[in-house]
């Protein structure tokens, strides 16, 4: 793990948490190139260690709440129903492991045309209505993009920034580290870091 010399070294020091937001493409599925769009269950492969990474948490007695910007909805290039699928996909296997999610939320809107696309707050306050013990202190971002970081930072929630491959640094990776709270590799080493190895 590698930590922004300004933020806290460790994510120990979270002993409030209680809800864990996962992004989706880039935490838990392999992101498709830029343009190309998770269309269909097909194209939704799973990273390696990601069940048993949600298993873990779920045990730990963490609230799993997957949010996840789905612009494709709008371009026209899938349906909301495709986005359900995969979902339902997902929780099935998950349920499998006796570690069913708490909920999916997604924003299948264009840019600047709603107030629940990452990084605005929409899906937290979604999150909130479900489930109304949920406070920013005790909870955690974890995603791939600037995003995902800046969602978290504008509601004071901490952030853990998965970086993926060091060598092939996404867009917005500079501005993303700047901020995150912690960097992990991959979901997996972001659950180690929490709950140890
Ligand atoms: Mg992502
Ligand atoms: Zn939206």
């Known amino acids: 793990m590698t ?24 935490v838990i599925n392999r992101k498709l190139p830029e343009g190309e769009y998770c269309s269909s269950l097909d194209r939704f492969q799973l990273l390696p260690g990601v069940l048993p990474a949600i298993a873990r948490l ?3 007695g963490l609230r799993v709440i997957v949010i996840t910007n789905q612009r494709g909805v709008a371009l026209g290039k899938y349906t909301s129903a495709t986005v359900r699928d ?16 708490d909920a999916f939320y997604f924003c299948p809107h264009d840019k600047n045309s709603c107030d629940c696309r990452k990084p605005l707050p929409g899906m937290f306050h979604q999150a909130l209505a479900a489930f109304p013990d949920i406070t920013p202190a ?8 600037f995003s995902d970081i800046d969602f978290g930072h504008r509601l004071n929630i901490p952030t853990i920034f998965i970086e993926g491959d060091p060598q092939h640094r996404k867009p917005g990776a500079e501005k993303a580290v700047a901020i995150a709270t912690a960097i992990t590799q991959d979901l997996p080493a972001a659950v180690a870091l929490l709950l140890g190895n």
């Open 138 to 145: 005790s909870s955690l971002m974890v995603g791939d993009s």
């Open 86 to 101: 995969i979902h339902a996909h997902l929780q099935a296997q998950l349920t499998a492991l006796g570690a069913p999610v």
């Open 3 to 26: 930590t922004p010399a300004s933020h806290p070294a460790s994510l120990s020091a979270l002993p409030q948490l209680r809800t864990v937001f996962l992004d989706r493409d880039g």
């Open 58 to 60: 779920k045990s730990a």
